[in-house]
């Protein structure tokens, strides 16, 4: 059935407040995981109202336990439970009481490489690896990196977006890196495609490795100048307390259940209108995964019934967006919440990049594949 006139314009109205709010707001700015988690619960309101043959909406009591455990348990590695809450936390208790010699350790890797060289290995090297090691601890990692570098805000703002970019990329090859892979995986495994672990690989890898290996070069040339003096401060910069480390680690908690809410509140709108336009104004459409859940919008996108074709359009659309502001993937949120990166902040370099890149890609899987 049709969503009425209200329901679709209530949807709307949600979807531009999460998308400009932040922006335009400083109290949502500063208190942007509240915000989204209301917004979610509005979602979840409104999709209530309507009834989709075959499609669970509104409050319900699953959706409630997957707000709820969604932080604490995103996926397995080999086999073990893992959550970003989990890893925020403990990672942040051991920078909180090691800091010293961890922070020492990566200047001295930076001082003997420079800092291009080393922007270049963190960009690159975190996306091509964080398929097996996961886009979490990929940004765990990285934001550990760039505090350590000493960089000047708007370098460490540029590196980070580009490097998110970068490891949401390089997640989506495998299963193990982030949900939107296992997602897919999963409901490719069977007939025709019988997706396997390598599934993702052998389709999206002659796209996604060399943009990687792009974004690590753009990232060498917007690093900019360091003075050498920062680098002999050791360690004195970290001033976090415990409270801050627990108190962010509450924070994505908060972050990942407001974006399960607005995912699955906003099911009927994905179910309604996007399933059913081509794949190449799907293609643009899955910008709005720039401030949704792209696993909610792959969930309800991919399907046996697409051709390869409309599966790497439909991919390679949610896995660009992602990058553009803080909520489209695990990477922004862990990073923009340990760094301290505002939504403008972010949104300076992510929106423009993410267009460019899109365009980019656009031309690759619609102008010249088509003709080779």
Known sequence: MALGLEVTFGFLIIFLIVLFGP???????????????????????????????????????????????????????????????????VVGLIIYKWHPPIHNAIRKMTNTLSLKVMAFILIAGLGLVSSVISAILAAIILVEMINAMHLSRKSEVDLTVIACFSIGFGAALTPLGEPLSTIAVS????????????????????????????????????????????????GQDYNETLRDVIMRAVKVYIFIAALVLLGDGFKPIIFEYFTKV???????????????????????????????????????????????????????????????????????????????????????????????
């Not at 009834?51 to 348990?73: C, D, F, M, V, Y």
């Not at 495609?193 to 060399?210: N, R, S």
């Not at 919008?297 to 439909?314: W, Y």
Request: glycine share 10%; hydrophobic share 50%; charged share 15%.
């Open 23 to 89: 922006f335009k707001i400083r109290a949502i700015e500063h208190n942007l995981e509240v915000f989204l988690f209301i917004c979610g619960v509005l979602a979840m309101t409104i999709s209530g109202l309507v009834e989709i043959p075959g499609l669970e909406t509104g409050w319900r009591l699953e959706i409630i336990e997957e707000a709820l455990t969604a932080p604490l348990h995103v996926g397995d590695i080999y086999g073990i439970p893992i959550g970003i809450v989990q890893i925020v936390l």
């Open 278 to 372: 081509p794949s190449m104004a799907l293609y643009w459409i899955n910008m709005a995964s720039a401030v949704l859940d792209n696993a909610t919008l792959a969930a309800a996108e991919i399907g046996p019934i697409l051709t390869e074709s409309q599966i790497k359009s439909v991919l390679m659309g949610l896995l660009i967006s992602g990058g553009m502001l803080i909520p489209g993937n695990i990477p922004n949120i862990i990073s923009a919440s340990k760094l301290g990166i505002t939504s403008k902040e972010w949104a300076r370099l992510g929106v423009p990049l993410g267009l460019v890149t899109m365009g980019i890609y656009f031309v690759i899987l619609f102008v010249i594949e088509p003709i080779l």
């Open 187 to 234: 409901k490719l495994s069977g007939p025709p495609y019988y997706a396997g672990f390598d599934y993702l690989f052998k389709m999206l890898g002659i796209y996604i490795l060399p943009g990687i290996l792009a974004f690590g070069i753009l990232g060498v040339f917007f690093l900019g100048k360091v003075d050498p003096k920062e680098h002999e401060i050791e």
